[in-house]
């Protein structure tokens, strides 16, 4: 599957963006999604996952209460809003599918989009 991310920018801190990420295939409503980031000299980390049928979400604490994981399988896209944006929010945000439909194995990336907060 190809992961192609959209959305990314430069934002003041309290601010929103949307980030998107479009699938290829016919089988995107099967596949289990994420979203995760990596800022400068720091390890990747989870921000959040959803279900096959968006009936379950996950996020990380850091971001839990700020962004909302959502997909629509018509479009075979995934989205992440991100609001009250925060400096320490800056990274590279993947989206990342897990093919066997769950969310815990990604094994597909994205080329990442930026985040750059300033404060």
């Known amino acids: 599957v190809q992961l192609v991310e959209s959305g990314g920018g430069l934002v003041q801190a309290g601010g929103s963006l949307r980030l998107s990420c479009a699938a290829s295939g016919r089988t995107f409503s099967s596949y289990g999604m994420g979203w995760f980031r990596q800022a400068p000299g720091k390890e990747r980390e989870f921000v959040a996952a959803?279900?096959?049928?968006?009936?379950?979400?996950y996020y990380a604490d850091s971001v839990k209460g700020r962004f909302t994981i959502s997909r629509d399988n018509a479009k075979n896209t995934v989205y992440l809003q991100m609001n009250s944006l925060k400096p320490e929010d800056t990274a590279v945000y993947y989206c990342?599918?897990?093919?066997?439909?769950?969310?815990?194995?990604?094994?597909?990336w994205g080329q990442g989009t930026q985040v750059t907060v300033s404060s």
């Open positions: 990342a599918a897990d093919v066997g439909g769950l969310v815990k194995d990604f094994g597909s």
């Open positions: 959803i279900s096959r049928n968006g009936g379950s979400t």
